[in-house]
């Protein structure tokens, strides 16, 4: 659900971010080595879609040190060098997938949510509780057999909700899984989703707030 994009050509970077977004992912962008390395030690990544040739530190050596470290991010090489030994050598640096430019656009985000899919836990396709039915393949949910018009992000918050299996999240877990790092802790984004989330659901309420711990399903 969250996604590093590594990539030093600004608009290159941009663009994929932008589309990742609209696919329901929090995504952060970064255009050099070091910076990537400086923000996979502070956030959680599920994946990180990284070109291979970064200025400062190499995508390569980003790579190497994400594996030496045995963190969970899964590493998408996404680089104009996409003959079968730059592949075979990616994948050999520890690389999870590689996809070479150009690239169309769906299958990058199906090889993002396949890899997110491999680094979480293992959650069922189809979640259900109390009525309410999400698909997180065809990106569809229900409640009661009526369908639910959400939007990307409220759908990523049921989804978390849906995967906690009757247990607390705290604001602070979903906006760490759901938003990106340009998000405010203040501004009260998680209330507001919310409260949009609670309105789509509809009567009887179904999300519950626990006081000072968080919300559950």
């Known amino acids: 659900m969250r996604v590093l994009v590594a990539e030093d050509e600004e608009i290159l970077a941009e663009l994929v971010a932008t589309g990742l977004r609209r696919a329901g992912f929090a995504v952060d962008t970064v255009y050099s080595g070091d910076a990537a390395v400086a923000y996979l030690g502070l956030h959680d990544y599920d994946v990180v879609v990284l070109d291979r040739d970064l200025p400062r530190v190499h995508g390569d050596d980003v790579a190497r040190g994400l594996v030496a470290s045995g963190s969970r991010t899964r590493i998408l090489m996404l680089t104009a060098a996409g003959s079968m030994e730059d592949r075979v050598s990616g994948l ?118 626990v006081q000072g711990v968080g919300y559950a399903l």
């Open 92 to 209: 050999d640096l520890g690389a999870d997938d590689y996809l070479g430019k150009p690239f169309e656009f769906p299958e990058l985000v199906s090889r993002v949510r396949a890899l997110r899919r491999r680094s979480a836990r293992p959650v069922p396709p189809q979640l259900q509780r109390h009525g309410v039915r999400l698909d997180s393949v065809r990106r569809t949910a229900s409640r009661d057999g009526r369908e639910l018009e959400l939007s990307p992000k409220e759908f990523t918050v049921l989804q978390l909700l849906l995967e906690a299996d009757g247990g607390t999240v705290s604001a602070e877990e979903l906006l760490e899984r759901a938003w990106d790092a340009n998000a405010d802790p203040f501004t009260g984004a998680v209330r507001v989703c919310m409260s949009k989330l609670r309105g789509k659901l509809g009567e009887p309420a179904l999300i519950r707030t």
